[in-house]
């Protein structure tokens, strides 16, 4: 898992190196054009000379600053002007010698706002793709609830129910997104999702793990059967060791698939159960899924691991109903 932190030290090292860039690409248009045109260079020079100029005398004569950069202002609109000509002239864009920035907001600075800096959405953006590649998120810029379509569901009651499936799944959803809003002070801190395949479970999973990633905090999601891998090669390999420890130490962990990890005895119930103890006792959430029914997953896991699973003061089981949309061409 990246920490965030350093995600963010190395985008801003890569910013700065963009600006190197930037002022490189200025020098070679400032050279290009004056090789092209020699009235063009002449222009070049005397903007780069009255603008030193005005900031000499800005400290020269403080109380004179105002009136010298006003006089000097017009002199430098007349140079700007004449240059635009001689771009065009050139073929070139009016534009050609102005600053170049990757992002005009920031103008490649990662930052905004005065007097008080806010990361720009350039860097927010890019700090979320590389948590994603980093922290095997891969996916998540597709899977988000800016993207849960309902419409993937049935229009058609469930059995035994007066709403539909796709009703159903909008309440879900809605119910999901508090969860991440609100995490990690939502009233249960945990969620539990059961059903059959092709109903969904992953994708919200995955939009909450989204959501609390954009918030700012830590975010693992990991199969069952890497989690039982991990832990069993924590012993002898330290990056499972490594990974072991931030799977009980994120802010989330997203745990897709209970109950499709192969069952080993003394290990499988032992690693489950030795990470959501690890959670619970550190007040951290987790959001688990899984096909299996709940009796089923009481039979498989045994107390010790479904009375953390199934502790309604800490955690809130959804069930998942309806027909499989994968089959039906859905999500």
Known sequence: MMNRENVL?????????????NR???LRRREEVARRSQAAGELIARREEIFYARMRAAFAQPREAQRLADGLQ???ERINGALRAELVRLGLPEDYLQPVYRCPVC???????????????????????????????????????AAYDAGVFPDEPLPGQEVT???????VRALCERYADEYPRAPERNLLFFGATGLGKTFLMNCIAQRVLE????????????????????????RSAQTAREMCACDLLALDDLGAEPMIENVTIEAVYHVLSERIAAERGFVVSTNLSLSELQAAYTERVSSRLLDTRRTRAIRFLGRDVRLAGGR
Do not use: I, K
């Open 9 to 21: 030290r190395e985008l801003l090292a890569e910013y700065e190196s963009q600006r190197a860039l």
């Open 74 to 76: 017009a002199e430098l």
């Open 165 to 171: 499936q796709r009703a159903y799944m909008e309440r």
């Open 215 to 238: 918030r700012g905090m830590t975010v693992l999601r990991v199969t069952a059967y890497r989690l039982v891998e991990v832990m069993r090669a924590q012993r002898w390999d330290e």
């Open 24 to 26: 490189r690409e200025e």
């Open 107 to 145: 103008r490649d600075t990662g930052y905004v706002g005065e007097p008080v800096h806010e990361q720009c959405a350039c860097l927010r953006q890019r700090m979320l793709q590389r948590l994603y590649r980093e922290e095997g998120l891969a996916g998540l810029e597709r899977e988000n609830f």
